[in-house]
């Protein structure tokens, strides 16, 4: 039986990648999207060209009181396609890159932060864990910025540190279930998050690859690939780690 993984955030970025790289493994797909519905039909091509199934569905991971629904369409989509009424693994990649110096940083950008990467993280996996298979795997997504420091970046990687304590008590709580729980923290990656910042300004992205023991930014196929492995089998005994993926940024 093939396993099921919700990618959320998956139109595009890293999530488009990891769904693709989850599907080229043998695995099935759902992903989610905000708002770019063509991106993510076009992404349900893709894995279904490859031989694999997925499903798109709709999904603000910043407004929590749209998760019950959401699980009750998810739950559907299990039935009408695979026939099942459990997935396997969660990946709460969805995102967005707002940045602002500590002094300048309004509320309603850090509201929206902490609403997306923090509190959606939480409350959606929460609501989802009944859908949940036990012994399934659950990845958060975090940043390379929680452990090296970068002007603008402060709240962003706040809320992204909140995530990696809050993997580690996931592992804990969930370990009864047999559920496995890390965070990976890409470093600079050359994907259109934060307004493509890394992949289109040369002088970002210059700046980050000198930072780099590797000499370049990342790519999105430097990161896919990794969550996808992160989620077989074979890596079924780790648990409750951060692993940066980031080819040495800061060392």
């Known amino acids: 039986m093939s396993k099921i ?5 998956g139109s595009r970025g890293l999530g ?12 099935d797909v759902v992903i989610t999207y905000r708002s770019r519905a063509e991106e993510a039909k076009a ?15 709709q999904l603000d991971t910043g407004d929590v009181t749209a998760f019950p629904g959401f699980a009750a369409t998810l739950r559907a989509a299990l039935q ?17 890159g707002d940045y602002a110096l500590i002094g300048e940083m309004t509320e309603a950008q850090f509201d929206g932060l902490v609403n997306v990467h923090f509190k959606g993280v939480y409350f959606l996996t929460q609501t989802l864990l009944p859908l949940i298979a036990d012994g399934g795997r659950i990845v958060n997504l975090s940043s390379g910025l929680t452990r090296v420091t970068f002007p603008g970046y402060a709240a ?6 909140g995530v990696e304590v809050l993997t580690r008590y996931m592992a804990r709580e969930l370990g009864k ?7 990976v923290a890409p470093g ?22 000198e930072m780099t ?24 005994w780790v648990n409750a780690q951060r692993i940066e993926v980031s080819g040495g940024q800061g060392i």
């Open 80 to 96: 009408e396609t695979w026939k099942r009424d459990r997935l396997d693994h969660l990946v709460n990649n969805a995102g967005h």
């Open 188 to 209: 600079a990656i050359e994907t259109d998050f934060g307004g493509g910042a890394v992949r289109d300004n040369p002088e970002i992205n210059k700046l980050f690859a």
């Open 213 to 236: 023991a590797l000499g370049r930014a990342g790519l999105p196929d430097d990161i896919g690939p990794m969550i996808a492995s992160l989620l077989s089998e074979e890596n079924r």
């Open 156 to 161: 962003y990687a706040a809320v992204k540190g």
């Open 5 to 9: 993984t919700l990618v959320t955030g």
């Open 16 to 27: 488009r990648n990891t769904a693709l790289s989850i599907a080229r493994q043998g695995g």
């Open 43 to 57: 992404v349900v091509a893709e894995i279904a060209a490859l031989g694999r199934k997925a499903v798109a569905l």
């Open 177 to 183: 279930r047999g559920i496995a729980v890390n965070t």
